[in-house]
């Protein structure tokens, strides 16, 4: 239910947005709107105002402003004037434009926001990088906290991601400066030559080696789960697990992972509890996850959440600051978005990053689940990927409109009524194409967990 509610408040926010982006601008360029709807189909809803109805639709999935036009019915002379198809070309392309900009205005709104109310993230701080590494190679030691990439400030864990991403596609070189434990600066240049353009499909930054710093868990037990395995067997809370089998354990994820690798299989732990040491055999449950049976007892750790708590930050900004953070947000991410459109198109990035519906719902899900800084923050993003995706010079999308209106202007008439049904209907192809990819993928992400 929280995943229903938040994708409905998700869309039906961002067609709001968007479809009052072409209202206003409508009525300021003198254009009737015969009608506003949320959604598409049979109607649930309306409500007249003096020109225009208003109207909630069965179908959620998207919306429109339909507005007076000689293309779409008889109009009466004395309401020419009103019509969208009998304005200057310019007023027609801000009309269009309005839509796409009004959800970059949601994007900076909500950014601005977050900004100002503080985003929790996690500290750039870096674990130990893997041998062989573009992070090992470059000398960056764990505990090392990232500073700037290429003179952009790093606040967050999220923001070196993000940053990092933006210059892969740049295909630039990348200085770091960072700051020891000890609290002196640094300066790294990470070689980013080995990664390819599959690599971009998942975690890239584990390509490079670059892992966040997690405070060590270490193998004490601090929950244990009502009819669980670990309860069957006797384990108790505060328990140290010192060896599975022959394994010497110094850390909770070394048996989280011998757990995992023998489902159903009779482990012996050796324990401390209190002064003493004994011996417990457990047979972990075998559970499926994203295809895989592995093993779970049912135990958790006892968590140092002070060393956890030090590893947060609060990236927050005075107001002024913060709209501009927003700005620049907002551009950065349209652009990444076009850069990864662009090359999607070139066949350099599989088309298995494109989302559809089932994914966007789930994502709306569980960001909400997360908490409302997460929500707004995923708003923003997918906000921006509307906006872009509408510019797209597709013909049934504002982009697609643009480009008549730009032909327009050059040869000093409107596009013919052949040629806008040839580009509608390779628009609707276009789109369809689109949408099968996107639901294959999100069908796939599903079945493959």
């Not at 990927?385 to 409107?414: A, T, W």
Request: hydrophobic letters at 50%.
């Amino acid at each position: 239910m929280i995943t229903l509610f938040a994708f409905a408040g998700a869309i039906a926010l961002l067609v709001v947005f968007h479809e009052f982006g072409h209202y206003y601008m409508a009525r300021r360029c003198g254009v009737r709107v015969l009608r506003f709807s949320l959604g598409f189909g049979r109607v649930l809803y309306r409500r007249r105002s003096a020109e225009t109805e208003w109207v909630l639709s069965a179908s959620p999935l998207g919306g429109y402003v339909k507005m007076l036009d000689e293309r779409e019915g008889v109009v009466a002379e004395a309401d020419l004037p009103y019509a969208f198809n009998r304005q200057p070309v310019v007023k027609r392309m801000l009309i269009v434009l309005a839509g796409p900009l009004a959800n970059f205005l949601l994007a900076i709104l909500l950014y601005c926001a977050l900004f100002v109310y503080g985003v929790p993230g996690l500290k750039p701080v870096l674990a130990e990088a893997p041998s062989g590494t573009a992070a090992f190679n470059a000398q960056l030691l764990a505990g090392e906290t990232i500073i700037s990439i290429n003179e952009i400030a790093i606040p967050s864990w999220q923001e070196l991601r993000w940053t990092l991403l933006e210059q892969v596609l740049q295909k630039g070189e990348i200085r770091i400066i960072a700051q020891t434990a000890e609290g002196s600066q640094v300066f790294h240049t990470l070689n980013i030559s080995g990664l390819e353009a599959k690599d971009l499909d998942g975690d890239f930054l584990d390509k490079l080696g670059l892992h966040p710093y997690r405070p060590l868990i270490r193998p004490i037990i601090g929950k244990i789960a009502p009819n669980s395995v670990a309860q069957q067997a006797g384990l108790q809370e505060g328990d140290v697990v010192l060896q599975i089998d022959e394994l010497a354990v110094q850390h909770w994820m070394q048996m989280v992972e011998v757990v995992r690798a023998h489902p159903e299989q009779v482990l012996h732990l050796s324990l401390k509890r209190g002064g003493n040491i004994i011996s417990i055999a457990v047979k972990p449950q075998a559970v499926v996850e994203a295809g895989k049976t592995v093993g779970k007892i049912g135990a958790a750790p006892l968590v140092d959440h002070a060393a956890w708590q030090a590893m947060q930050t609060v990236v927050k900004y005075a107001p002024l600051a913060a709209l501009s953070h927003a700005l620049q947000k907002t551009w950065e991410t349209s652009l990444i978005s076009l850069k990864m459109l662009g090359k999607m198109v070139l066949g350099e990035i599989s088309l298995k990053n494109l989302s559809g519906p089932i994914t966007i719902a789930d994502y709306a899900g569980q960001s909400a689940e997360i908490g409302a800084e997460a929500y707004f923050g995923f708003l923003a993003l997918i906000s921006i990927s509307l906006g872009v995706l509408n510019l797209l010079p597709i013909p049934l999308l504002d982009g697609g409109h643009l480009l008549y209106y730009v032909v327009e202007m050059l040869k000093g008439s409107p596009v013919s009524e052949l040629a806008w049904e040839i580009g509608q209907k390779i628009g609707i192809m276009l789109l369809g194409m689109l949408m099968v990819f996107s639901i294959y993928n999100d069908i796939n992400r599903l079945i493959s967990g």
